[in-house]
């Protein structure tokens, strides 16, 4: 008798890859874990390519002892998660953080996908405790953005807001010292300082991420600005509002 067995390339196995379902996704989630999912479809030829480099992920964070969960969900089968989600292309890749998604954009290698969330699982905002300290933040270079509140809900939206952008350092400080250093501010706000354009914005809430992300987003930018890779990302990706024109100098040399 004949034996003939198919092995499906999709197949990659690995007990360090926490498998998700439509009925155990929002637990997995919001248990207080980072946690890196792929979502997938078994016919994906890009997810077959990745999927080792997926498994090499999960096995360095079971060897390093990192809080972190690798997890995966076949997007076909458990297709509720993945439409929350807004899932339209395998393999999509996100990283929770308190129940809040972050995707990731990067190369699909091990240590690129690792730095990403050893990176992301750092604090996402640090407290400013005196007044010395805010103005310090104030007075150096690039984007932060300063949340002055007493609120535990406003530092908790803050925060997430701030694992979901990239250009700003984020930090928080109490009502009575933020409004010490910035008197023109009556109400919890979030102050972002800039090196160019309007280098002082106040931004009164509300602080929920669907509102501050793209207040964040809209202001992180001059006016005119080199037209790069990451810049083509923010237009193509539609994150940004900005109209942009592209201006092309020709020089002839005689």
Known sequence: MRWIIFLSLATFI???????????????????????VKFFAPWCGHCKEMA??????????????ENFIIAELDATVHS???????VKGYPTLKLFMDGVPVKY??????ENMLSFIRKKSQPASTELKSQEEVKEKAEVKGRR?????DSAEDLKDFKSA???????????????????????????????????????????GPFDTTKLVPFLRDHQEDVIVDF??????EI???RSKKAVMLLYLSLIHI
């Open 14 to 36: 690995s007990a360090d890859v926490f498998i998700l379902t439509d009925d155990n996704f929002d637990q997995t989630i919001n248990q207080g874990k980072p946690v890196m």
């Open 236 to 238: 193509f990706d539609k």
């Open 52 to 65: 080792p480099e997926y498994i090499k992920l999960a096995e360095e964070v079971e060897k390093s002892g």
């Open 162 to 204: 701030a694992r979901t952008l990239e250009k700003f350092s984020f930090f928080h400080t109490s009502e009575q010292t933020g409004k010490a250093v910035f008197p023109e501010i009556t109400k919890p706000s979030v102050i972002l300082l800039r090196d160019f354009g309007e280098k002082k914005i106040v931004y009164e």
């Open 105 to 110: 954009e990067g190369e699909r290698r091990m």
């Open 228 to 233: 790069d890779s990451e810049v083509m990302k």
């Open 80 to 86: 509720k998660a993945a439409a929350k989600y807004e």
């Open 145 to 149: 953005c300063i949340l002055v509140s």
